[in-house]
């Protein structure tokens, strides 16, 4: 991922976004809930925007400075935001199946301490 530039312009950043993703180069914005939430602030922040894939940075740039610039190697974005969608989803549910995990080890520890106790005890 390589950044392409940074504005507090946030409207000039979404325009980038769609040139480039209509012509098949997939960008991600950072500090986009940054400047929406501190938007009232006077300090600017600065949104980025950066191509997903390195091989399509010198076509985003050319892009940029001339709309009528071909892509030499266009993806699908949707098929892109999908497959990232999927992976999100995927991290969630594992993560939560570890957390299952160590709740239910401790539950397990928790009482095979306690009847180890009450045996020791009686």
């Known amino acids: 991922m390589k950044l392409i530039y940074q504005s507090s ?9 769609l040139l480039l993703e209509s012509r098949g180069i997939p960008v991600h914005i950072s500090n986009d809930d ?3 939430n501190l938007s009232y602030m006077s300090v600017a922040v600065q949104v ?11 076509d985003a740039v050319a892009l940029l ?24 989803t995927e991290m969630r549910k594992s993560g939560f199946d570890r957390v299952m995990l160590g709740f ?7 009482i095979v301490t306690y009847f180890v106790s009450k045996i020791t005890h009686s």
Do not use: C
Request: glycine share 4%; hydrophobic share 40%; proline share 2%.
């Open 104 to 110: 239910m080890l401790l539950l397990i520890a928790g």
């Open 34 to 36: 940054t400047n929406r």
């Open 48 to 58: 980025g925007i950066w191509v997903v894939f390195d091989d399509q940075y010198l």
């Open 9 to 17: 312009d946030k409207q000039a950043v979404e325009a980038s976004r």
């Open 65 to 88: 400075k001339d709309d009528a610039h071909d892509v030499a190697n266009p993806r699908d974005v949707d098929e892109y935001r999908t497959s990232l969608n999927n992976a999100e």
